[in-house]
């Protein structure tokens, strides 16, 4: 497995509480998570984005697991229609998965541990609390260099930043500081100025689509 560590990965543990395990903002961070590894494949060139649709130019194997898993599932699913799919359509299908296979990768890395309870000695419910503290750490002392000081963004840590403010996640990533401090930075990281044309374009999309499921289920949920 690659030791760097995911876009999708570093969502996760910005959601996991590092002592109950508990998710926190689930469903966002859940959309945000299946946001990251698309965006990520079309970074390393596996993938394009382009007008909210997207389709698979590569299937080389990146080297990294969870990325491969997910490219794998995504080439089957595109095949099945000549036309190009929605992104939005490919995250409404695999967030869950998506999700299960982030954690999965998280529990092997040795940066959780899984924990299974039982909710009135019924339900059964899985926590993942945190096993080892130092990704977490150098993550958010990342996100507070470029965010909060002003630093030049990497591609990687631009892209979290887009996805993190298209999924309204704020708090997850900067819980002490207000939102207004912080929104307003994201949102110009999130314009993706700093990054190259494909990139930019990837971003873009990845946003629209997070921001665009982010509300149907919003509004479902209101309903």
């Not at 995911?6 to 903002?25: F, P, V």
């Not at 990704?135 to 993190?164: F, I, M, N, Q, Y």
């Given at each position: 497995?690659?030791?760097?560590?995911?876009?999708?990965?570093?969502?996760?543990?910005l959601?996991?509480?590092?002592?109950?395990?508990?998710?926190?903002?689930?469903?966002?961070?859940?959309?945000?998570?299946a946001?990251?590894?698309?965006?990520?494949?079309?970074?390393?060139?596996?993938?394009?984005?382009?007008?909210?649709?997207?389709?698979?130019?590569?299937?080389?194997?990146?080297?990294?697991?969870?990325?491969?898993?997910?490219?794998?599932?995504?080439?089957?699913?595109?095949?099945?229609?000549e036309?190009?799919?929605?992104?939005?359509?490919?995250?409404?299908?695999?967030?869950?998965?998506?999700?299960?296979?982030?954690?999965?990768?998280?529990?092997?890395?040795?940066?959780?541990?899984?924990?299974?309870?039982?909710?009135?000695?019924?339900f059964?419910?899985?926590?993942?609390?945190?096993?080892?503290?130092?990704?977490e750490?150098?993550?958010?002392a990342?996100?507070?260099?470029?965010?909060?000081?002003?630093?030049?963004?990497?591609?990687?840590?631009?892209?979290?930043?887009?996805?993190?403010?298209?999924?309204?996640?704020?708090?997850?990533?900067?819980?002490?500081?207000?939102?207004?401090?912080?929104?307003?930075?994201?949102?110009?990281?999130?314009?993706?100025?700093?990054?190259?044309?494909?990139?930019?374009?990837?971003?873009?999309?990845?946003?629209?689509?997070?921001?665009?499921?982010?509300?149907?289920?919003?509004?479902?949920?209101?309903?």
């Amino acid at each position: 497995m690659s030791t760097t560590v995911t876009l999708a990965e570093e969502i996760a543990l910005l959601s996991l509480d590092d002592e109950s395990g508990a998710a926190k903002e689930r469903s966002s961070a859940g959309w945000a998570v299946a946001g990251g590894i698309l965006l990520e494949l079309a970074m390393a060139g596996r993938v394009t984005v382009t007008d909210g649709r997207l389709a698979v130019t590569d299937t080389t194997p990146t080297g990294t697991a969870l990325l491969d898993g997910r490219l794998a599932q995504l080439d089957e699913w595109t095949r099945r229609r000549e036309r190009p799919r929605k992104v939005a359509d490919w995250l409404t299908k695999d967030q869950s998965k998506a999700v299960t296979a982030t954690v999965e990768s998280l529990c092997e890395r040795g940066l959780v541990v899984e924990e299974r309870n039982r909710v009135l000695g019924l339900f059964p419910v899985r926590r993942y609390p945190e096993a080892d503290g130092s990704v977490e750490r150098e993550l958010r002392a990342r996100l507070t260099s470029v965010v909060v000081h002003g630093t030049e963004p990497d591609d990687r840590t631009g892209g979290l930043v887009a996805l993190l403010h298209a999924a309204k996640l704020h708090r997850l990533a900067f819980p002490e500081v207000p939102r207004k401090l912080v929104s307003a930075r994201m949102a110009k990281i999130a314009d993706g100025q700093w990054a190259g044309d494909g990139v930019r374009e990837a971003i873009r999309n990845m946003q629209a689509a997070v921001v665009a499921v982010t509300v149907v289920t919003a509004t479902t949920t209101v309903l």
